[in-house]
């Protein structure tokens, strides 16, 4: 990354993975988005925080249950419910335990669709696997995993 004088001078070192926006709502969305935090108050698992004026999601907190909270409280059309509620996978990262020779299976065990299965493997511990297509970007997994080893990524992405 090439650092310039408005990164130096903000203390932005690193570069930012893009934002997770609420379920059913995608970056395209927050052009509509007045940034009131209505969708944050509503959250009853309080993932949802605003950063720059607009909502995303942090994993860390904990996980989506999809109750719908968020797009029911929010005055401006931001909220899309015919289309997944998120457009982002589970990830299981070079961090992940088990690559070390450790057991461990938190992800697999708490992913409610079981979208992640752990793989058997001679000499260690089986290590997970993601079956993207029964993912629903909940994000249990992420706030689960010890070794902070699972993030997300685009459905896409994980598809190719």
Known sequence: MALNRR??????????PAPIRPPW????DMARCTGCAA??????EAILLMERGLPQVAF??????????CAEACPEPV????????AQVAAVGA???????????ACADICPEAAIRLRPRIGGPAVPELAASR?????AC????PADAVGMQEREAADA
Not at 7 to 16: I, K
Not at 79 to 86: E, G, I, N, V, W
Not at 142 to 145: D, F, K, S
């Open 142 to 145: 992420v706030a689960i995993c």
């Open 79 to 86: 909220f899309d419910l015919t289309r997944p509620a998120f």
């Open 95 to 105: 961090g992940c335990l088990t690559l070390g020779g450790v057991a461990c299976m």
């Open 25 to 28: 709502s995608r970056e395209a």
């Open 39 to 44: 969708c944050v108050e509503a959250c009853p």
């Open 7 to 16: 990164s130096f001078l903000s203390v932005e070192l690193t570069e930012h």
């Open 60 to 69: 860390g907190r904990g996980e989506c249950s999809f109750c719908g909270a």
């Open 135 to 139: 993912c629903t970007g909940c994000g």
